[in-house]
């Protein structure tokens, strides 16, 4: 009976390494500054956020995947946060914000395209400056995934623009200040099975790019 414990002991021994192994080689990963960076990077990109302090006007402001619409409108100097979800943060490009009924007025007020008339939101810089871009974000209530109007100041890829169709924002601007916040729910996946290795997006090791706080018009 001793001969045979010693067997099984013996057993369990050789065993051993490769549950070592095994661990080990599951925790590698955690144990990276790239794996590290990565997430938080993904973890950065499920969030969008921006502030406004000195803004003047009256809106609010409404994505829900796909759907995406604003009532009311807004302007402001300069703002902080970020204008897409695969930004570092800092000033940004968005200082206005225009919904219905002044989108489908902006033939009339500031010379803009008669398809403007379809639009119920805007943003970027004032409409009325010709050096800067406003980019419409919603025709008939249907978000501009893939930038109709071809004012989008960022070039991104067909899977960021698909990821944007899985966010959700709220945005308010009471009288003089603004706030905009938002969670995407493709971009949390992405995190999740980034912790695998897994990268649906295709973004890790892509540096993000920095938020600019002007853009000339093309």
């Excluded at 004032?126 to 109709?148: E, M, N, T």
């Excluded at 960022?154 to 924002?169: C, H, K, N, P, V």
């Excluded at 090791?205 to 853009?215: A, D, E, K, Q």
Aim: charged residues 20%; negative net charge.
């Amino acid at each position: 009976m001793v001969s045979g414990n010693r067997g099984g002991y013996r057993d369990a021994r050789l065993r051993l390494p490769p549950l070592r192994t095994f661990i080990a080689a599951a925790f590698l990963p955690f144990g990276s500054c790239t794996y590290l960076q990565q997430r938080l990077e993904d973890l950065h990109d499920c969030v969008l956020y921006r502030w406004h302090q000195e803004a003047f006007g009256l809106a609010v402001e409404a994505k829900l995947g796909p759907l995406e619409a604003a009532l009311g409108g807004w302007y402001a100097d300069w703002g902080w946060g970020k204008d897409t979800w695969w930004q570092q943060p800092g000033y940004v490009l968005t200082n206005h914000g225009t919904g219905v009924p002044f989108t489908t007025l902006s033939p009339l007020l500031y010379d803009a395209s008669w398809t403007r008339v379809f639009a119920t939101y805007s943003s970027g810089n004032h409409p009325a400056a010709p050096d800067q871009f406003d980019d419409v974000r919603s025709w008939v209530g249907i978000s501009d995934v893939f930038d109709l109007d071809d004012a989008m100041p960022f070039q991104l890829s067909t899977r960021q623009r698909i990821a944007d169709a899985f966010g959700i924002e709220v945005g308010i601007v009471p009288v003089v200040v603004g706030l905009r916040v938002g969670f995407n729910a493709a971009e949390f996946a992405d995190l999740i099975l980034g912790l695998f290795g897994i990268d649906v997006l295709g973004d890790d090791g892509v540096p993000r790019p920095p938020s600019l706080p002007f853009v000339p018009a093309k």
